[in-house]
């Protein structure tokens, strides 16, 4: 049998100096794979900045294969299914421009998808990468985890760790580019994704040896604030496209409205910038809705 393969897609706009500390972790966790066979596709969505110097001049230093492709039109879902015409490896993770691998992360990621009995999507752990940034978009949970398969997948694994074998891929198809940061929805192509791949019987796993440091920089609560609506915005969309195909996104609507009677009996108080979480969410996920139902 022949060694597993991985590629490791990146892709990145206008984010030169956090990029230069991704790549730089991603060549200690190369160093550190032993004889894991693994390429890097990195893929410049549109940017102004040094970008294309700095993936340049990081590509010539590796002793490994990496790809890199541009994708000019903005939007994360489109520059991830332009990398990933180019991949060639068995398993296929991602991450974020902002995040750092931990050294061992390949050799956890190989060792995830030899447990895995059949095709399958794994999610890793995301740690706050600086105490001073707010604690989101962050994946904390420290116990392996199996997604209910009529369950909806939203937020038990994330794009900044993920991965998917090439069987995956084919069966499940491209990430819509409707959806994702710099597209018409914002948010929710993960989800998106993962609602599909579980909707075809693909487990959906949580492995949290598979780390990495998330460094997003949002400290001000209006960052947060503005992140949350986004999310909610994306997902009220993945309701739209989804609502008359999937009972899954028909019990999140009805939960949702059930959840707005939290705000008295159980509010959320970790979101400086929002008094009303559930119903905050709410009025999001309906805009994202309404949007879909507009212009999908």
């Known amino acids: 049998m022949r060694p597993v393969t991985v590629t490791l897609l990146i892709c990145t706009r206008n984010r030169c100096a956090s990029l230069?500390?991704?790549?730089a972790s991603v060549t200690r966790a190369v160093a550190a794979a032993g004889g894991i066979a693994i390429e890097?596709?990195?893929?410049?969505?549109?940017?102004?900045?040094a970008t294309p110097q700095l993936i340049?001049?990081?590509?010539?230093?590796?002793?490994?294969?990496?790809?890199?492709?541009?994708?000019?039109r903005p939007g994360l879902a489109r520059a991830r299914n332009r990398g990933l015409l180019h991949r060639t490896g068995d398993i296929v993770a991602m991450t974020d421009d902002d995040c750092i691998l931990h050294p061992d992360y390949f050799t956890r990621l190989v060792a995830a998808f030899d447990k895995a009995a059949g095709p399958a999507i794994i999610?890793?752990?995301?740690?706050?990468?600086?105490?001073?940034?707010?604690?989101?978009t962050v994946k904390l949970e420290d116990h392996p985890m199996v997604a209910p398969p009529d369950s909806f997948p939203?937020?038990?694994?994330?794009?900044?760790?993920l991965a998917f074998g090439a069987d995956v891929l084919d069966a499940v198809g491209p990430f819509d580019e409707r959806f994702g940061a710099g597209a018409r929805f914002v948010a929710a192509e993960d989800t998106d994704?993962?609602?599909r791949a579980s909707g075809l019987g693909i487990p959906i796993l949580y492995d949290p040896l598979i780390v990495v440091d998330h460094h997003h920089g949002r400290r001000d609560t209006r960052d947060e604030t503005s992140?949350?609506?986004?999310?909610?915005f994306g997902d009220g969309a993945l309701y739209a496209k989804h609502v008359f195909t999937d009972k899954r996104v028909r019990r999140m609507l009805i939960a949702d409205l059930w959840d707005v009677r939290l705000d008295v009996?159980?509010?959320?108080?970790?979101?400086a910038g929002v008094r009303r979480f559930y119903l905050f969410r709410l009025l999001h996920k309906t805009r994202g809705f309404l949007s879909y139902c507009r212009r999908g």
């Open 193 to 195: 994704f993962l609602l």
């Open 227 to 232: 992140l949350l609506a986004g999310y909610s």
């Open 56 to 72: 340049a001049q990081w590509r010539t230093e590796q002793p490994f294969r990496v790809a890199s492709v541009e994708e000019p």
């Open 20 to 23: 230069a500390a991704t790549l």
């Open 265 to 271: 009996l159980r509010p959320v108080t970790t979101h």
């Open 123 to 136: 999610g890793g752990r995301i740690l706050l990468g600086n105490p001073a940034d707010l604690p989101v």
């Open 40 to 49: 890097v596709i990195l893929v410049d969505n549109g940017s102004t900045d």
């Open 154 to 161: 939203g937020g038990f694994v994330m794009g900044a760790n």
